[in-house]
């Protein structure tokens, strides 16, 4: 064998690497069709709990569920809509997510042939349909799971300071009121942070065809008595030192929670899970869900399944009929309910003897009955694309008004003046 | 076994070869971006409809970046923040290495590595620990103030209640600071252990034998010895505090902190194109950061050089 010098067969072994990745990615795909489904915990959990019923429909169909974490599941979907790489069959949205997809032409539009989901319309509660539905009529989206809004607090914590749930819940002011009585005789916080107060009194009174922050015609909203309410609720609370000025999912919020120095927190029923399963669970039996104040009604987040424009088109009719599968069929959605908390988007799942069943965590409290009834009575608000943009410019001026004492009339009209220059962007 | 001619790699190719796998990523993940964001820095882009839905703009994006005041607010966090971490950085770096390198000898490597350690960690790991540390009510640093406090004659140092670290915006930013300092630290270490190593003994032997005190070899010889390596120290430390992102991004959860105090320009522009949906003001943002970065950067090689030729 004649002599070749060292490099030179290093750099054949670089070619032939080279052209062996390139054949290796040339080779053709597996015959067995397999579906994409993009998610996030819990719902690539769902998901993968509704496989077996999917294989006796479709035994001849894989389901691959790609998961990543919320914040990069969400990234990753804007990255594969716009590049049009990766998309997956179907993807899970958050309602927060959804708003601003839905403004973009990335979705199909399930309302138009040959999906017409406007068939099944009436099977799902009415304000989850009406989230997935964009100002241009579209719908880009089928509800699964939503988040009717209640108020869970703690029984022991509010007994010691003499507070009943009808006090507590009559109206905001009262609510501030119990809050003071709470923190002098405890020495619990009434809230979390501020900000959860404001986050819901803006949701109240919201006139048809206005959004949170911005009417149909993209004109600033945020001046309004709405929010003058919500600024001066949130300011007492903080005067009066009744937030423990922590955020939620954060290890002061979660300790707060197991130490019992947050009383309550308002939030989408899905949180007693939670609470239950890993946030604090040796507080069981102590907890208890109400109404939120003044019969406030609002939604805290909510799960969709939506089917990207550019997707493969020969495997939309199946992507499809998996979105069906998930959110129309009453064991599936049941499923989901009891493992993950999932709060069924479907009426018929509704109506299961499961609702009325106690809940251990809440000290045998039956409080699906009482979720269901206000998932009902929530409206939807229209969605603006600068929806987002809106709500930190309006967090940052309460942060002002909270921790600068910044008038809150001031507040506003700064807030105004920004989102003015945003809205038509 | 001889392989056929055809395919046999010639000299003259195989450089080519064996540099094509860093050109292609290259290529992909460095010059691709960099020209993809200049072309978006003058798109307006709905990214969830496609890159279909890109329309010029002209100048519009850098217009709107530059009549933000947002925009400003965290380029004025990011230049608090570089400035704050950045110079104690140095200032205690440079002295830790001399004392190492004069006092160090068999445990010299253990040291530097201790130090060395955060560097090398997970900044997510870095920053659950440090909110862990910094927690209002829960946290180790308000609970050793308050024993500080307790303490005869420093009970005036410390305040009554405890401090709200990473939620008021007076504290959020020294919090994010004392972070970076604590990170980057061990890192310039090293960097002036590496120049103390080019100087030559004779200097100080020489220094010795004139009469020469501890202070002033470190001031006549060390100091104008490192002056490279500060340049190059300072340097990185410009981009890099420039560029802050991954410790305030975690530490705020994602959000900048209250009245977004630890919002730097790297997170505003980031949370411009995902949080807002704006790539093309976000990438007119970037270029404008760049900028930044190259005229501070000249600006440090400036104040080198006209004190070299000094």
Not at chain 1, 74 to 103: C, I
Not at chain 1, 240 to 261: C, I, M, N, P, Y
Not at chain 1, 350 to 375: H, N, S
Request: aromatic share 12%.
């Amino acid at each position: 064998m004649p002599h070749q010098p060292r490099w030179n067969r290093a750099a054949r072994a670089v070619a032939w690497a080279w052209s062996a990745a390139l054949a290796a990615a040339a080779l053709p795909a597996a015959a067995q069709q397999v579906l994409t489904v993009a998610a996030y915990p819990a719902v690539d959990a769902i998901v993968r709990s509704a496989i077996p019923r999917w294989r006796q429909l479709h035994p001849a169909v894989d389901i691959q569920v790609v998961s990543r974490q919320f914040a990069d599941h969400h990234t990753a979907m804007t990255t594969a809509l716009s590049t049009s790489v990766h998309l997956p069959d179907v993807m899970a949205l958050e309602v927060g997510y959804l708003g601003r997809f839905a403004q973009g032409g990335g979705l199909d539009d399930l309302a138009a042939a040959p999906y017409d989901i406007a068939r099944f319309r009436a099977q799902w509660v009415p304000y989850a349909y009406q989230q997935a539905t964009n100002r241009r009529g579209q719908v880009v989206a089928a509800p699964t799971d939503i988040g009717p809004g209640t108020l869970l607090y703690r029984a022991d914590v509010l007994a010691q300071a003499g507070v009943s749930e009808a006090d507590l819940t009559r109206s905001w002011d009262s609510y501030v009121a119990c809050g003071a009585r709470i923190k002098a005789a405890t020495g619990a916080y009434l809230v979390a942070h501020a900000r959860d107060m404001k986050d819901i009194v803006i949701r109240t009174g919201i006139q048809p065809g206005e959004g949170l922050y911005f009417d149909a015609q993209s004109r600033v909203l945020v001046n309004s008595p709405r929010f003058v309410r919500a600024f001066n609720l949130a300011r007492e609370v903080r005067r009066q030192k009744l937030d423990a000025k922590v955020g939620a999912w954060t290890h002061d919020w979660s300790e707060g929670f197991k130490r019992g120095s947050i009383a309550t927190q308002m939030t989408g029923a899905w949180l007693a899970g939670h609470l239950n399963n890993w946030l604090a669970p040796q507080t069981s039996g102590r907890w208890r869900a109400a109404p939120l104040p003044e019969g406030a009604m609002a939604a805290y987040g909510g799960t969709f399944f939506a089917i990207p424009r550019l997707a493969p088109a020969a495997r939309k009719p199946l992507a499809w009929q998996f979105i069906q599968l998930m959110t129309l069929d009453r064991e599936v959605q049941l499923g989901a309910f009891k493992s993950q908390d999932a709060f069924p988007a479907l009426l018929a799942a509704q109506d299961d003897g499961f609702f009325e069943q106690p809940i251990a965590f809440l000290g045998g409290q039956p409080a699906r009955v009482a979720w269901r009834a206000a998932a009902r009575r929530i409206a939807a608000v229209d969605v603006h694309k600068q929806d987002a943009f809106a709500a930190e410019v309006i967090d940052t001026e309460l942060d002002l008004v909270l921790d600068r004492g910044k008038p809150v009339a001031t507040a506003l009209a700064d807030a105004e003046r920004l989102l003015q220059q945003r809205a038509r962007r | 076994m001889k392989l056929p001619a055809a395919l046999r790699l010639s000299p003259a190719l195989a450089p080519y070869v064996f540099i094509s796998p860093f050109l292609l990523l290259f290529a992909v993940f460095g010059v691709f971006p960099l020209c993809f964001s200049l072309y978006l820095a003058f798109q307006s882009w709905e990214p969830t409809s496609g890159l279909e839905a890109m329309q010029y703009v002209g100048l519009d994006n850098f217009a709107f970046a530059l009549q933000d005041p947002w925009f400003w607010k965290s380029l004025g966090n990011t230049a608090w923040l570089a400035a704050a971490s950045g110079v104690p950085q140095h200032l205690v770096a440079i002295p830790l290495a001399v004392f190492i390198h004069n006092r160090f000898h068999r445990l010299r490597n253990g040291v530097v590595g201790a130090w060395f350690m955060p560097y090398i960690t997970s900044t997510v790991a870095i920053a659950i620990l440090f909110s862990s540390l910094f927690s209002t009510d829960f946290g180790l640093v308000n609970q050793a103030l308050q024993a500080l406090g307790r303490l005869p004659l420093l009970g005036w140092l410390v305040p009554a209640e405890p401090i709200d670290w990473l939620n008021d915006p007076d504290r959020i930013k020294p919090a994010i600071a004392i972070i970076v300092f604590w990170r980057y630290v061990g890192f310039n270490l090293v960097l002036y252990l590496a120049a103390l190593q080019t100087i030559p003994q004779d200097l100080y032997e020489a220094a010795t034998m004139d009469g020469a005190s501890r202070l002033q070899q470190f001031l006549f010889i060390t100091l104008p010895s490192l002056k490279p390596m500060v340049f190059f120290g300072v340097t990185l430390s410009v981009i890099g505090g420039l560029q802050l992102f991954e410790e305030p991004f975690i530490l705020t959860g994602g959000r900048g902190g209250s009245d977004q105090a630890g919002m730097t320009t790297a997170i505003y522009l980031y949370r411009m194109a995902f949080d807002f949906n704006d790539f093309g003001a976000a990438s007119a943002m970037s270029w404008l950061l760049f900028v930044v970065v190259a005229l501070l950067t000249w600006l440090t090689n400036k104040a080198f050089a006209d004190r070299a030729r000094r």
